[in-house]
């Protein structure tokens, strides 16, 4: 009687120390996010060229969040707005890439979420792109062929173009597709 127990109270204390370890390593990867959050935000603003500029990324505790400010002669806010399942597509088509998988692996031992938040520089007029937790251990477990994926990607990038057109290009110039 005694010896059984004892064997069950050293089962419950693994179960209690496998339980408190798992919560302290969840802690130290959340904290790991949040200083690698918080050296990118300091880079900011980071320049992308034409399209504009990312204006700050922070963790909120529940989803990595990403400010960018557009160029609204390039991007129109109201199609990503009134698109998400393209403007998330697209999104997603960006993460194979190595730096940012890792950044993912990070977000998804923290059980993570990924906001987008698209800002006009002229209307102010906001989109935004939400990405859980789920999607984007989705996407990290994707092992896409290079050459599909490449194919895959284009495409998403082809139908958000599309979205955009007829676009006025100059005084002149309407581009159609």
Same mark, same amino acid.
């Given at each position: 009687?005694?010896?059984?127990?004892?064997?069950?109270?050293?089962?419950?204390?693994?179960?209690?120390?496998?339980?408190?370890?798992?919560?302290?390593?969840?802690?130290?990867?959340?904290?790991?996010?949040?200083?690698?959050?918080?050296?990118?935000?300091?880079?900011?603003?980071?320049?992308?060229?034409?399209?504009?500029?990312?204006?700050?990324?922070?963790?909120?505790?529940?989803?990595?969040?990403?400010?960018?400010?557009?160029?609204?002669?390039?991007?129109?806010?109201?199609?990503?707005?009134?698109?998400?399942?393209?403007?998330?597509?697209?999104?997603?088509?960006?993460?194979?890439?190595?730096?940012?998988?890792?950044?993912?692996?990070?977000?998804?031992?923290?059980?993570?979420?990924?906001?987008?938040? @698209?800002?006009?520089?002229?209307?102010?007029?906001?989109?935004?792109?939400?990405?859980?937790?789920?999607?984007?251990?989705?996407?990290?477990?994707?092992?896409?062929?290079?050459?599909?994926?490449?194919?895959?990607?284009?495409?998403?990038?082809?139908?958000?173009?599309?979205?955009? @057109?007829?676009?006025?290009?100059?005084?002149?110039?309407?581009?159609?597709?």
């Amino acid at each position: 009687m005694a010896g059984n127990l004892l064997k069950k109270s050293s089962g419950l204390m693994l179960l209690c120390s496998v339980s408190l370890l798992m919560i302290v390593m969840t802690g130290c990867q959340e904290a790991k996010l949040k200083t690698v959050i918080g050296i990118a935000n300091k880079q900011c603003p980071l320049d992308m060229g034409e399209v504009g500029n990312i204006t700050s990324i922070i963790y909120d505790g529940d989803n990595v969040v990403y400010t960018l400010n557009m160029n609204e002669e390039i991007t129109n806010i109201k199609i990503l707005k009134d698109n998400p399942e393209s403007m998330k597509s697209s999104i997603k088509m960006m993460f194979p890439a190595a730096d940012v998988k890792e950044m993912l692996k990070l977000m998804a031992k923290c059980n993570s979420g990924l906001h987008m938040i @698209f800002v006009g520089n002229k209307s102010g007029e906001q989109a935004v792109c939400e990405l859980t937790a789920e999607e984007l251990k989705e996407v990290i477990n994707t092992n896409a062929d290079p050459a599909q994926s490449g194919q895959t990607k284009l495409e998403a990038q082809l139908k958000m173009a599309n979205l955009q @057109f007829p676009m006025q290009a100059s005084e002149e110039v309407v581009v159609e597709k």
